[in-house]
């Protein structure tokens, strides 16, 4: 059986606003059709300051077996709400409030390469969470497993390229691995991600210190 393609609504690329109209995903990959995304980073303080990380499933088309942001997807054509709520349930398995979420605001994001013409509108939120990595389950087969990082080795990593122990949840077991700069998503290290990969930072430093965060994607 084939297997239906994702539709997605475009947007417009100067205003940044949806248009109404549908986009296969890959003519919109292809042609450079803005799109909207969505991005959600888990942190806790607890056992240390760590962002949490999902590893991509060995089948996804697109850099398997990477270290990646918590949840991040695109937004179906048709969705106008809860739109993180059902990405953060499909692939790790947890619900929460709205209010929860503190939302940064979207980032304008433009990967052009050989294979890909990558405009999107990435709304990216931040979720303090607590909960056991053994808490978590991964409901549409994209995620492989779960790694708690430290905060400070996240950033680290922009300057110079070391291992670090971590624990990690697949399902079933908690395992303790060692990971190093060529386990995470290279976009991640991206001129096109600087700015964004900052601003994250920033959040999560005020929200650690401050309990608020001011800065936002925009």
């Known amino acids: 059986m084939a297997i239906k393609e994702e539709i997605l609504e475009e947007w417009n690329w100067e205003q940044g606003v949806p248009t109404g109209k549908p986009v296969a995903r890959s003519i919109a990959h292809k042609q450079g059709i803005a799109h909207e995304g969505v991005h959600l980073w888990v942190v806790r303080t ?3 300051k760590e962002i949490l990380f999902q590893m991509r499933a ?3 088309d697109m850099y398997p ?3 990646d942001i918590t949840v991040g997807g695109h937004v179906p054509f048709g969705l106008t709400s809860n739109k993180i709520q059902k ?8 619900t929460f409030d709205e209010k929860q979420l503190i939302d940064l605001g979207y980032y304008r994001y ?3 390469n050989d294979l890909l013409f990558h ?3 990435q709304r990216v939120y931040l979720l303090l969470s607590n909960n056991p990595l053994s808490s978590y389950s991964f409901n549409d087969n994209e995620v492989s497993s779960i790694y708690a990082v430290p905060l ?7 300057i110079k390229d070391y291992s670090v122990t971590v624990e990690s949840f697949n399902g079933t077991d908690t395992i303790v691995t060692t990971i190093s700069k060529k386990d995470f998503h290279p976009l991640l290290f991206a001129p096109s991600m600087e700015r964004y990969m900052e601003i994250l930072f920033q959040a999560i ?5 401050k309990g608020t965060v001011s800065v936002s994607m925009s």
């Open 110 to 112: 433009e990967e052009i």
């Open 152 to 158: 400070d080795y996240c950033k680290n990593l922009f």
């Open 65 to 67: 077996d990477y270290l």
């Open 119 to 121: 405009r999107e509108f």
């Open 205 to 209: 430093d005020e929200l650690f210190t």
């Open 58 to 60: 060995s089948h996804k």
């Open 87 to 94: 990405e953060a349930y499909e692939e790790i398995g947890i």
């Open 46 to 48: 607890q056992p240390q």
